[in-house]
């Protein structure tokens, strides 16, 4: 674990997120809005430490140890949101597998693939498993919901997002998988939400509560396949945190939820375990800092 950045309004750290979250005072974060690498869909680093590459098993235990601190740590008004998708048994990448990520230049996030072997098995599928028959979802997002539930913690709401474009996929006996999921979780049944910004107008034409399902593209961006789209996160964001709070992303990647927090005025703390996605990061900040405060030289003048 390795301090990168460290300003009154934001840290950054390079390293394993659970390692992070002990830098951090218990009382301190007033939410996270954040998504782990898939499993066995994704690989940004070589780092053994890295989400998405272990066994099943091994990767819902590091999620529910994470989700659980940061839970702990968390202000009594916070908010957790967890956006994840689930994964097929014996499917995904591995080190056989054509695919379209494994040819991309950029080495940040360059997919090797997961180690079959690893996964207990030899042939060209990720994973396999002594349990969990190939072809059937594995049910990621409610076993880690089902476990924080079962300590203590109250799970919300579960939004779909849907997205208009999904990845194709070469299969023919089941329908594409378009969706992702925000699991909301809190540790008090009483927490901040500005209301305002979950509201869309009814059929009558007056405000109400939006619905579960929230539809839009996903937003990929240059060196970072997974991010998320500014419409959805934005709303998350207001809904959950006002100006001074402390914003936390225990995988940064591309630097979304700084760069709301720098626009809206929150207080962040980044980690992530690849070096590049954090020194961009570093340098946006910087960047942005220099601009904000040659306004504020001109505004003065």
């Known amino acids: 674990m390795k301090e990168i950045l460290k300003e009154e309004n934001c840290t950054l750290y390079w ?3 659970i390692e992070c979250l002990e830098k951090i005072p ?3 974060i007033q939410a996270v809005i954040t998504s782990p690498t898939y499993w066995g869909k994704r690989q940004f680093t070589d780092e053994p430490d890295e989400f998405g590459k272990e066994k099943l098993e091994k990767y819902l235990e590091k999620n529910i140890e994470l989700y659980s601190k940061i839970l702990k740590k968390m202000r ?7 956006v994840i998708q689930d994964s ?3 499917s995904g990448v591995s080190r056989s597998h054509h ?3 494994e040819n991309n230049k ?3 996030w360059k997919r090797v693939g997961t180690d079959s072997e690893a996964q207990g098995n030899t042939s060209s599928v990720t994973a396999h498993h002594k349990i969990i028959k190939n072809k059937s979802l594995v049910g990621i997002p409610y076993r880690i919901a089902i476990a924080l539930v079962d300590m203590g913690f109250i799970w919300r709401e579960q939004i779909i997002w849907e997205k208009p474009n999904p990845m194709p996929e070469n299969i023919q006996d089941r329908v594409r998988q378009s969706c992702e999921y925000i699991l909301h979780f809190t540790k008090k ?3 901040k939400f500005n209301q305002e910004h979950y509201m869309i107008p009814g059929t009558t034409g007056k405000l109400r509560i939006d619905n579960q399902v929230w539809i839009s593209p996903p937003s990929p961006s240059k060196g970072h396949s997974a991010t998320f789209p500014p419409k959805i996160v934005t709303r998350l964001f207001l809904a959950v945190t006002d100006p001074g709070d402390v914003v936390f ?3 940064m990647g591309s630097g979304t939820m700084l760069e709301l927090s720098i626009k809206y005025g929150r207080r962040f703390i980044g980690c992530d375990i690849n070096k590049q996605f954090v020194t961009k990061a570093k340098k946006m900040y910087e960047q942005r800092s220099v601009i904000n405060q040659t306004k504020k030289s001109i505004q003065i003048v």
Do not use: E, Q, R, V
Not at 76 to 82: E, F, M, P, V
């Open 88 to 90: 097929y048994m014996g």
């Open 106 to 108: 950029d080495p940040s």
């Open 15 to 17: 390293g394993n997120a």
């Open 99 to 101: 695919n379209h990520w």
């Open 76 to 82: 009594d008004c916070g908010s957790l949101y967890i």
């Open 189 to 191: 049944g009483k927490y």
């Open 26 to 28: 218990d009382d301190t």
């Open 249 to 251: 992303d225990p995988f």
